[in-house]
C-alpha cells in the first residue's frame, strides 16, 4: 500500500507535507494527546488476535467454521437481563490487549505488510474492529447468568467515530500491541476507544461505537453502566461525552445532504466561474479546466467483491472490519493514482453501518476524490450490497478518508450541481481532519524523534 525508498525524502515525508499545508500543523509533533500522556492500563492481555477470535466464540456459544444452517440462539433470549440487574463497571474492567506478531510469525506478517515495507491499515482497522467487540464482550456482566450459559448478547458495529494514522513509523518485522477499552455507555451502545502502539509508542488509534444486542440480534440488549474509577478514567470519560454530544448533535447520515451555508454558497459559485473560462461557455463545451485541475467525473475507481462465509461475523453477516478494509484499500489506490505517488491515510472518519450484510452477498465499493488541498487528498467511498438471493442493491455505508503526499497534488474541480455538494462534503470533512489534529495531536516546535523512513 505505501511503498518508499530509504531516502532522505522518505524520511521527511510526514513533516514536509504538513509544513506545506500550514505552518501549524507543519510544527507538529507526531505524538497522539492522550490525557496528559497517560496511559489506561489494567494489564490484562488476551493473547494474540487469534485468540481474541476464539474467544468472541466461545463466549456466546458459536461453532467454529461453517454451518449451512447456524445453530440456533433463540433459547438465549430467556436470560437477556433486565438495565437494572447491571451492576456499573470502570474502563479498567473492559480494558486488554492483544498481540499481532510480526516478528516471530512470518506467514502473519505476509498478511499484514506491504511489498514495500509498510503495514496495511486497513488489515489493522479490520483487528481493531474485532478486538473492540472483544472489548464489549470484557465490559458487559450478568450476575445472573447460569454457570456455563453463553452470553446471550451480539455486539454489532454502529459507528466508527474516527481513525489517526502515524503509517510511516510502523515497521513490518516488529510486533504489534492492540488495545482498548470503553470509554462511554448508554441503555445500549457502547463507545470503544482502540489503540496500536509499536515498540511502547502509539502510532494509531480510532473510536468505535458498538450497540449491544439480544441472542438473536433482533432487539437491543442494555449494557452495564460506565463509572469512572479513578482520575484518567474521569479524564477519558469527559472526552468520551464530549464526543457523543457531538454525535448526538449532527448525523453522519445527513451530512451528505446538508444544505450548503452562504460561505459554501459563495465557494460554488467561484468554483462555476472559474471553470467557464474567460470568454463564457460555448454550445459545444459549458466548461473549462483551469491549469493543474482535474475533473471530479474523471477521478473515482470502483470495484466488485464477492463475499464468503470466510468474511462473516459470529452473527452470520459479513464482519464490518472486512468491508472497512477493503473500502480503505481502494481509496488507496485511488488517491496514489491521483497523485501519481504512493499515498499514506492520515485519518477516517463517520463509518455509518446503515444495513447488515448476508452472506454469499456482492459488495458494490466506489471510492471518488471530492476534494484536494495543498498535499492531502479526500476521498469518499461508497459501499453498497447486492443481496445474493434476489439481488436487489442497497446502500451499507460511506467512508470519508483522508490521504496525505509528498507533494502538492493537483487541484480536484466538480462539473455538476450534484459533484459540487460532494465537493463541498469533502472540505467539511478535511476541515473536521485538520481540527482533530489540532485536538488530538501535541503541538511543539521540534520535529519528532525516531526513524521514518520507508520501514514502516
Known sequence: MYIFSNCKKSKCFGRIALRGLCPQLGSL???????????????????????????????IGVEAGYHAIPKSREGLLKFQPKLSDLPNRSMTDSQTSANVLLESDALLRQRFAYAGGLLRMGRMMEELDLLAVWICHRHVLLPKLPKGVPLPYTFVTLLVDHGHFLVEKFRPDVDVSLSGHVSWTGDSSMEISAYVR??????????????????????????NPLVPANELEECLHQEALERHKLRAGKSPLLEDKRKPSREEEQIMYE?????????????????????????MSKWHRRTLLHSFPEHRNESNTIFGGFIIRNAIELAYMTASLFANEY????????????????????????????????????????VDAIHGNDFTQFPCNTLHLTYLCSHKVPEVLPKSYYEALWYLTGRRYFNRFLESVGRDMEGSASSPSGKTDGAG
Open 29 to 59: 509533533r507526531h505524538r497522539f494527546a492522550e490525557c496528559g500522556r497517560k496511559q489506561l492500563e489494567s494489564g490484562h492481555c488476551s493473547g494474540t488476535m487469534a485468540d481474541v477470535a476464539k474467544k468472541i466464540r466461545e463466549y
Open 198 to 223: 509499536q515498540s511502547g509508542m502509539l502510532l494509531a488509534k480510532a473510536i468505535f461505537v458498538i450497540a449491544a444486542r439480544d441472542a438473536t440480534n433482533s432487539g437491543p440488549a442494555p449494557v
Open 271 to 295: 468554483l462555476f466561474t472559474r471553470t467557464k473560462g474567460i470568454e463564457g461557455p460555448t454550445p459545444t463545451d459549458m466548461t473549462t479546466l483551469p491549469p493543474d485541475c482535474r475533473w
Open 343 to 382: 499515498s499514506m491515510i492520515r485519518f477516517i472518519s463517520d463509518i455509518t453501518f446503515t444495513h447488515s450484510i448476508p452472506v454469499h452477498s456482492y459488495i458494490n465499493l466506489k471510492a471518488y476524490v471530492v476534494y484536494t488541498q495543498d498535499n492531502y487528498v479526500q476521498l469518499m467511498t461508497v
